[in-house]
């Protein structure tokens, strides 16, 4: 059987009619937390407009104690948090082996190998445009360690933005977000 | 495509991953997490890690099982105690432990698919049986799930979320 890529003639004017309302976004949240403490690391959502999260993929270091050795070990725990109304999506802080992919990632000190798998794991959250995604995160390692996390999803623009896009055309005007009117 | 007024239905449910480490020092061990008042919790995946040998290479195979214990509807859902690496990840694959309890970064792979929902001020009940010979196992269970307000409560303003 012959696979079509195509199911149906694709429409550009509709398919940037509709980019220009939503896309696909991806959002980098990275940080170092430093030795025996807590840090809180943050991203913002602008105010270009809502962001539709759907999965989160992240890595993280695991330098150990003493000589700073790549021990392979899981020093780092973190609860994430919604920073609009400070709601809390985890009910404690979680290891982030636990879920994130691919996860530990080779240091630049000796130590074993670093895993190659990697499998997305779903979260599905819309954050509102002009808040934070706060990440609470604590080592226990007696050496810094780093992470970064990458959130994907669909940043849905703002009425607003999109009338400033068509009417300048197609170049995003920043502008002070304003309340959304409901239908 | 999304629209503004469906964000607001979206924002009602949340996801709320569910984590808690337990030390199964005697032949079972229970997880227990009762349901906030006022959301339904959907399950959606379970994701297990446990050691099966120590950071000496001592290996202790504690081959663990679970089952769980739905509390509102008085059953067990499973003729009898299921072993972890059938249903979650990683289980013990690669996961050793230090004299201290730290146990290795081992990468998460996927899970199979639960879909159960539990009501709200129910406990979500795992029970863990298995043979442990030498070290007390440190298990970690992480619940992935979301919240869903019950809308029809006083709490939601009893109408669906409306206030008039």
């Known amino acids: 059987m012959v696979v079509k890529p195509f199911s149906q003639r694709i429409n550009p004017e509709a398919v940037f009619d509709i980019q220009n309302h939503q896309y696909s976004e991806k959002l980098l949240l990275a940080d170092t937390v430093p030795a025996n403490s807590t840090k809180l690391g943050k991203v913002n959502i602008s105010n270009l407009g809502h962001f539709f999260c759907q999965f989160i993929t992240g890595s993280f270091t695991t330098i150990g104690t003493g000589a700073g050795v790549d021990s392979g070990i899981s020093y780092l725990s973190g609860q994430m948090i919604d920073g609009a109304g400070q709601r809390k999506l985890f009910n404690d802080r979680i290891p982030l082996d636990l879920f994130l992919s691919p996860g530990r990632r080779k240091s630049n000190v000796a130590g074993a190998a670093a895993s190659g798998l990697f499998f997305p794991i779903e979260f599905e959250y819309c954050f509102t445009m002009n808040s934070d995604i706060l990440f609470d995160v604590v080592n226990t390692s007696d050496q810094p360690n780093e992470y970064e996390i990458v959130f994907h999803g669909i940043r849905i623009m703002s009425d607003m933005i999109v009338n400033n896009t068509v009417q300048s055309g197609g170049r995003i005007v920043r502008q002070a977000a304003q309340p959304q009117r409901r239908g | ?164």
């Open chain 2, 1 to 164: 495509m999304q629209f503004v007024e469906k964000l607001d239905s979206i924002r009602e449910s949340q996801p709320y991953y569910i984590y808690k480490r337990i030390e199964l020092n005697t032949p079972t061990a229970r997880f227990l997490h009762t349901i906030d008042y006022g959301f339904w919790y959907l399950l959606r995946k379970i994701y297990f890690k446990y050691p099966s040998v120590d950071i000496t290479g001592a290996i202790f195979g504690p081959n663990l099982r679970f089952e769980t214990y739905q509390t509102a509807a008085n059953k067990f859902p499973q003729n009898v105690p299921i072993p972890f690496e059938l249903v979650g990840s990683p289980g013990s694959t690669g996961v050793t432990i230090d004299a201290t309890g730290n146990m290795t970064a081992t990468p998460v792979m996927n899970a199979k698919l639960q879909n159960v929902v539990h009501p709200y001020r129910d406990t979500i009940d795992i029970r863990i049986t298995g043979q442990n010979l030498t070290t007390p196992t440190q298990i970690d269970i992480m619940l992935l799930g979301y919240y869903l307000p019950v809308k029809d409560l006083n709490m939601w303003s009893g109408k669906n979320g409306r206030k008039n």
